[in-house]
């Protein structure tokens, strides 16, 4: 999968930038993030009363350590954090899905990275200069960089990773070649030229380079991870990448811990990097525990340190119940959404995409089914992001006879046995997703909503995520559940409506409108265009907008310097995890 896409089914991790933090907690909904309860609005939403959402605005410490499980009193120097199996492809712009971009955050640094306002902060590099008119960035790294076989790390090899990236062989979604446009990169991904002219080394710390147009994420996507061109660089030749899959499972990074052993199905042990700039980190050995199971039978038994869970009363209740648990509320900025494959004929039609959008009772699904612990979604936003906007934005509340009419004027009648048919073909929608206890509340509540608009819908689930994802690339679905990676710019939230990931998508305003977002750096400006932008999506229904998720994480009492951020996950502060 080109795009790094995680849903909301695994559980919260340590996150680069663009990636999320999830969760796989039993409650969660089926596709999608829940933040906090929705206020009430007209329709049949607001027939039903939910449960007010817990309201934990404090961490809470662990009231009595002496309850730790035995399995986990017995780590002195090991931290196990639970991860849905990655794909293995854990080199930094090749990943095949967010679970690989979660290990390859452990692995790797960037030259900047961002605080948890979103402003961008130096990582490996020690600062930088933005020409006045925008287009040209010099970076000064930081003296005595290594990558974690010891080698220095130089303009060299901040030069070899962005010329990587415009092989003409590279077929990823680099926003390197999506968002932005580094001088003279055309012409060498083309052929026509032997290096990319906007790149210059200037000294072995000194790297400048010139893009063709200003760009409001220009700084952090430029920032992105290094790759060694001694290790990465040293087979390659133009046209030929294929030979980095054989390096994906012995990476070479810059960030905190070393790859040690990755059992698929099991475990991805790290040890501790000793080169890291910022110094060894505090805990030797870390693990993303990948064995399929319950997040509450492996945060109560030991097994593991670290878990998310819905923000309900009950949930809370009984974390504080075990004793040996830090509490802190956690609120990531992203959004679950159902993706239609709009390549299909019968989902072009924006009046069937709205329809079955109204069809869907999302405030049973997404609110009640997680006793109150989540909002509906309408756009590519979260709430907590500046760009956040309900202004002029079709709440979609559940009304199946607007789903009825909308589908009557689509040309789509009810048959004989109460399915609507067009042309002699039934109106069936196959739903993709995981098997979770969500994703059945979700196929449940479904079936029997658009069975009453007269809509089959066809289920089928997966129990490995990357299953899943095979079956979404072949293009084999109506409907897929996701949730997206951490936003850390309002246009992530966006891109996949103008990059191709959404099959079969193509309006020109949004493209218009996502390019003017970038073009300045002014956020009042961008706000205006935004809000237009979530108007246009919001309305053309590429997507069904699920839900934004509040939640709380809970982790071992012992654990010492664990901070997260809703843009950065637990990333950031990993290296000064440590065992009291």
Request: overall charge negative; proline content about 5%; charged content about 25%.
């Amino acid at each position: 999968m080109k795009k790094l896409l995680i849903t909301l089914l695994s559980i919260t991790m340590a996150s680069s930038i663009l990636l999320a933090a999830c969760s796989n907690d039993s409650s969660a909904p089926a596709s999608g993030s829940a933040q906090s309860a929705t206020a009430d609005t007209k329709g049949t939403e607001n027939s039903s009363t939910t449960p007010a959402v817990a309201e934990l605005t404090a961490p809470i410490a662990a009231s009595d350590l002496s309850k730790l499980p035995a399995q986990a009193q017995k780590r002195t120097d090991t931290i196990i954090v639970g991860l849905t199996d990655p794909s293995g492809a854990f080199t930094p712009y090749f990943q095949q899905s967010g679970y690989d971009g979660n290990v390859s955050s452990v692995l790797y640094a960037s030259l900047v990275t961002v605080d948890d306002k979103g402003l961008p902060i130096p990582d490996l590099a020690e600062k930088w200069d933005i020409s006045p008119d925008g287009l040209t960035y010099t970076f000064h790294l930081r003296k005595d960089l290594k990558f974690s076989d010891g080698t220095p790390l130089t303009a060299d090899d901040v030069a070899f990773t962005w010329t990587l990236i415009h092989d003409k062989s590279y077929d990823g979604q680099s926003e390197l070649l999506t968002t932005i446009a580094i001088k003279g990169g055309k012409a060498y991904k083309e052929g026509k030229a032997k290096l990319i002219e906007g790149i210059k080394v200037i000294d072995p710390e000194t790297i400048s380079v010139t893009i063709d147009k200003p760009n409001a994420k220009g700084l952090t996507i430029l920032g992105s991870e290094i790759l060694s061109k001694a290790y990465y660089g040293k087979d390659y030749k133009f046209g030929s990448l294929d030979y980095i899959k054989k390096l994906h499972a012995t990476p070479v990074g810059t960030g905190p811990y070393k790859l040690e052993k990755f059992i698929p199905g099991q475990e991805v042990r790290f040890v501790a990097n000793e080169f890291y700039y910022k110094g060894k980190p505090k805990t030797e050995h870390f693990i993303y525990k990948t064995t399929e199971g319950d997040t509450w039978q492996f945060i109560e038994t030991g097994e593991q340190d670290y878990g998310s869970f819905q923000a309900t009363q009950e949930n809370i209740d009984k974390l504080k119940g075990l004793g040996f648990l830090n509490i802190i509320p956690y609120t990531a900025n992203n959004y679950g959404y159902l993706q239609f494959n709009l390549e299909h004929p019968t989902l072009k039609d924006k009046k069937v995409r709205q329809a079955l959008t109204y069809g869907l009772d999302r405030k049973t699904i997404y609110v009640d089914a997680n006793q109150g612990a989540g909002q509906i979604a309408n756009i590519p936003a979260s709430p907590i992001s500046w760009s956040y906007t309900e202004e002029g934005i079709n709440p979609y509340n559940y009304e199946p006879e607007k789903a009825k009419q909308l589908l009557d004027e689509a040309g789509w009648k009810e048959g004989a046995d109460g399915i609507r048919e067009k042309d002699g073909q039934k109106l069936k929608i196959h739903f993709i997703g995981s098997k979770s206890k969500a994703t059945d509340i979700f196929i449940a509540v479904a079936k029997e909503n658009y069975t009453a608009i007269g809509v089959q819908l066809e289920a089928e689930q997966f129990a490995d995520f990357n299953a899943q994802i095979a079956k979404f690339e072949s293009g084999d679905f109506d409907l897929v559940s996701f949730s997206t990676p951490i936003l850390g710019d309002p246009s992530d939230g966006v891109i996949s409506f103008v990059n191709g990931e959404v099959k079969g998508y193509d309006n020109p305003k949004v493209k218009e409108l996502y390019e003017k977002g970038l073009a300045t750096s002014d956020i009042e400006a961008r706000k205006v265009v935004y809000k237009e932008l979530y108007q246009v999506i919001n309305d053309d229904a590429p997507y069904i907008f699920t839900s934004y998720r509040k939640s709380v994480v809970a982790y071992n009492g012992r654990i010492e310097g664990l901070s997260i951020s809703p843009l950065r996950g637990l990333s950031a502060s990993l290296p000064d995890w440590k065992l009291k």
